[in-house]
Antibody, heavy 115, light 107 residues
C-alpha cells in the first residue's frame, strides 16, 4: 500500500510562495497520478491539480495562474508551489493518488498564511 | 468546469437507518465518480469508485449507483462508525471537482 507524507512550512507570509512536498513510500511514483487537494477549516475539499510522472499537469482553473506542480522520480517525491498567497489560501493541504478516485492520501498539513 | 451538487447538505439519521445521498453533475460524467467518507481531523477515505465499484476493505453496506449526471451513495444500515461527512468527486474532465459535502449526524 502506497503511503504519502506531506512536508513544508506551516506558516507562510502574504504575497509569498507556499511550497509543499509529498514523499511517496511503499510503491513507485512511476504509477498513478499525483494530486494536491486542500480544505479550509470547516469547509469542503478543493481540488488543486494533478501531475503524471511524464510531467503532464492539469490545474484547477481558479488557481492555474498561481500553481506549479513538479515530480522528482529519483526521490519518489512530488511538489506544489502556490504563489502570491493570501489568507484565503490558509487550509489543510493533502497530497493524494490513485488509479480511479483517490485511494491513497497523506495525513494533511496545515498551512497558515499570516504575517 | 463541471459543478457537483450534493443533497442534502446535512442528514440526521439513527443507527440502522437506510441512508441515501445524491450527487448531481452539471454535465454528463459517464461513470467517472467517486465517493469519500471524512471524519474530523482525518483525510478522506475512498469508498466507491467508478460510480458503483466498492473499494477494497469497505463494508458492503455501502453502495453506489448512477451514471451520466445523477448518482447516489446508499448506506443500507447506518452504523455508529458511519457518522461522518461524505463527498462525491468527478474525474471525467481535465480538472476534477468535489461536491460540497453531506454531513450525516446522529438523530
Amino acid at each position: 500500500q502506497v503511503q504519502l507524507q506531506e512536508s513544508g512550512p506551516g506558516l507562510v507570509k502574504p504575497s509569498e510562495t507556499l511550497s509543499l512536498t509529498c514523499t511517496v513510500s511503499g510503491g513507485s511514483i512511476s504509477s498513478y497520478y499525483w494530486s494536491w487537494i486542500r480544505q479550509p477549516a470547516g469547509k469542503g475539499l478543493e481540488w488543486i491539480g494533478r501531475i503524471y510522472t511524464s510531467g503532464s499537469t492539469n490545474y484547477n482553473p481558479s488557481l492555474k495562474s498561481r500553481v506549479t506542480m513538479s515530480v522528482d522520480t529519483s526521490k519518489n517525491q512530488f511538489s506544489l508551489k502556490l504563489s502570491s498567497v493570501t489568507a484565503a489560501d490558509t487550509a489543510v493541504y493533502y497530497c493524494a493518488s490513485g488509479y480511479s478516485g483517490y485511494g491513497n492520501w497523506g495525513q494533511g498539513t496545515l498551512v497558515t498564511v499570516s504575517s | 468546469d463541471i459543478q457537483m451538487t450534493q443533497s442534502p447538505s446535512t442528514l440526521s439519521a439513527s443507527v440502522g437507518d437506510r441512508v441515501t445521498i445524491t450527487c448531481r453533475a452539471s454535465q454528463s460524467i459517464s461513470s467517472w465518480l467517486a465517493w469519500y467518507q471524512q471524519k474530523p481531523g482525518k483525510a478522506p477515505k475512498l469508498l466507491i469508485y467508478k460510480a458503483s465499484s466498492l473499494e477494497s476493505g469497505v463494508p458492503s453496506r455501502f453502495s453506489g449507483s448512477g451514471s451520466g449526471t445523477e448518482f447516489t451513495l446508499t448506506i443500507s444500515s447506518l452504523q455508529p462508525d458511519d457518522f461522518a461527512t461524505y463527498y462525491c468527486q468527478q474525474y471525467n474532465s481535465y480538472w476534477w471537482t468535489f461536491g460540497q459535502g453531506t454531513k450525516v449526524e446522529i438523530k
